[in-house]
Nanobody, 125 residues
Framework: VQLQASGGGLVQAGDSLRLSCVAS????????VAWFRQAPGKEREFVAA????????YYPDQMKGRVTIAVDAAKNTVYLLMNSLKPEDTAVYYC???????????????????WGQGTLVTVSS
C-alpha cells in the first residue's frame, strides 16, 4: 500500500495538530497502521497504532493522553491528533502499514513494510 502523510508544520508549544495518512489501498481495514517519529539525531520511535478492523488503538506510555489515532475507512485515512505539543515533539512523523504485526509487535518499525514519506512537525517554545 502507498501512504501519503501530511499535516505537519510550525506550531507553538501548547498547540494541537492533526496529521493525516492517506492510503492507496481501498481495504484499509485489513491493515495495522502506525505513526512513528524521528527527531534530529535520534532513533525513530513509536507514537501510536491502530488496527483498523477492530479499531484497537495502541500508545506507548509517554504518549497516552496527548495523542489520539483514528481511522476514517471511507476516506482511506488514518489521523494522528496531537495535543499540548512540546518542543521535544519536534520530529519528522511517518505513517506505516502492515498486515502482519501481532499485538505485541505493533510498536516495532521492522514489522512495517509500507511507509509514507514523512511530514515535519516543528514546535517552537
Amino acid at each position: 500500500v502507498q501512504l501519503q502523510a501530511s499535516g505537519g508544520g510550525l506550531v507553538q508549544a501548547g498547540d494541537s495538530l492533526r496529521l493525516s495518512c492517506v492510503a492507496s489501498e481501498r481495504h484499509l481495514l485489513y491493515y495495522t497502521v502506525a505513526w512513528f517519529r524521528q527527531a534530529p539525531g535520534k532513533e525513530r520511535e513509536f507514537v501510536a497504532a491502530i488496527r483498523s478492523s477492530a479499531a484497537t488503538r495502541y500508545y506507548p506510555d509517554q504518549m497516552k493522553g496527548r495523542v489520539t489515532i483514528a481511522v476514517d475507512a471511507a476516506k482511506n485515512t488514518v489521523y494522528l491528533l496531537m495535543n499540548s505539543l512540546k518542543p521535544e515533539d519536534t520530529a519528522v512523523y511517518y505513517c506505516a502499514a502492515t498486515t502482519k504485526a501481532g499485538e505485541s509487535e505493533v510498536n516495532r518499525e521492522a514489522e512495517y513494510s509500507d511507509w509514507g514519506q514523512g511530514t515535519l512537525v516543528t514546535v517552537s517554545s
